[in-house]
């Protein structure tokens, strides 16, 4: 079972799935994995758990593990296409058949960190002020947002185990209450920390600075592709999305009263 962590991470890549969607899976699970040895008439379906397809299973849909991973055991059938996605800057897919579907991997990629530049840049052009504090902050404090976004991820994370053992009508909507919160606290961060590493890179490129939003474009463009180098980028995604929730908690708790002016459309310096 994956961390929970990766419940977020996901969200913009279920375009993919409508297909599985369109009618009720043959089995389905939120939070749980699910092993089938036997035939299942329509799609497997689970979110933020496991498929493990075993020697007699034969699917006749999709089987989708959306935050979780999907095993094809030898002898499996998929009448469809089994998907992984463990994270919304890296995810794995498969034929039925088992076989690496490299042009469904990178385009869903590309589409994925599509996604991350226009949703960050918007909210560079949304919310000017805070990601100009956030960025200037982050400059200034170095990693010390670190600590405070261990905390608060540590402090959702329980958050997410209490909703779910409250079980009854109480489960799945405080779980998606805690996940949107998670999401929206990475994006907002990711957005500030891709601030910082554009104006980086742009002060040692080219020598001077441009406005946020294309700073944020820049530097998020540089993480997420980061985010594909083989493990090492996985342990500097899972950095940069803890740091990014510390920082995104110190921008939007700050008085709107310390914010900069719109004036100061580079960011102090």
């Given at each position: 079972?994956?961390?929970w962590g990766?419940l977020?991470?996901a969200?913009?890549a279920?375009?993919v799935?409508t297909?599985a ?5 043959g089995r389905?699970a939120?939070l749980?994995?699910i092993?089938v ?12 758990g ?5 020697p ?6 999709h089987?989708l593990?959306?935050?979780g991973?999907?095993e094809?055991?030898p002898?499996a059938?998929i009448e ?19 076989a690496?579907?490299?042009r469904?991997v990178?385009?869903?990629r590309?589409?994925i960190a599509?996604?991350w ?6 909210l560079?052009l949304?919310l ?10 982050v400059r ?15 402090t ?7 909703v ?7 489960a ?5 209450a ?6 929206g606290l ?5 957005a500030?920390?891709g ?5 980086w890179l742009?002060r ?6 441009a406005?946020?939003?294309t700073?944020v474009f820049?530097g998020v ?6 985010r594909l180098?083989?493990?090492?980028g996985?342990v500097l995604?899972a950095v940069?999305?803890?740091w990014g929730?510390?920082?995104a ?5 700050m ?5 900069l ?5 580079h960011g102090?310096e």
């Open positions: 079972m994956k961390g990766v977020a991470r969200f913009l279920l375009w799935v297909p969607w369109a009618a009720p899976p389905a939120i749980e994995d092993r040895d036997g035939p299942v008439k329509g799609d497997v379906v689970t979110i933020g496991d498929i493990v397809l075993g007699g299973a034969h699917v006749t849909g089987a593990s959306i935050f991973r999907v094809v055991e002898g059938r469809g296409r089994s998907l992984a996605v463990d994270s919304l800057a890296g995810l794995s897919a498969e034929t039925g058949a088992g690496a579907d490299h469904a990178w385009g869903l590309m589409l599509g996604c530049l226009t949703v960050t840049t918007l560079a949304a000017p002020r805070r990601i100009i504090r956030g960025e200037w902050l200034r404090t170095g990693v010390g947002g670190l600590g405070l976004g261990v905390l608060v991820t540590v959702l994370f329980v958050a997410l185990v209490a779910v053992g409250l079980g009854g009508g109480f799945v909507p405080g779980t998606l805690v996940v949107g919160l998670y999401v990475k994006v907002f961060g990711v500030i920390l601030g910082t590493v554009g104006r742009l040692r490129a080219a020598h001077r600075v406005p946020m939003p700073m820049l463009l540089v993480l997420v592709l980061g180098v083989p493990v090492v996985g995604w940069v999305s803890i929730v510390g920082a908690v110190t921008v939007l708790a008085d709107p009263a310390r914010l002016t719109p004036a100061e459309s102090p």
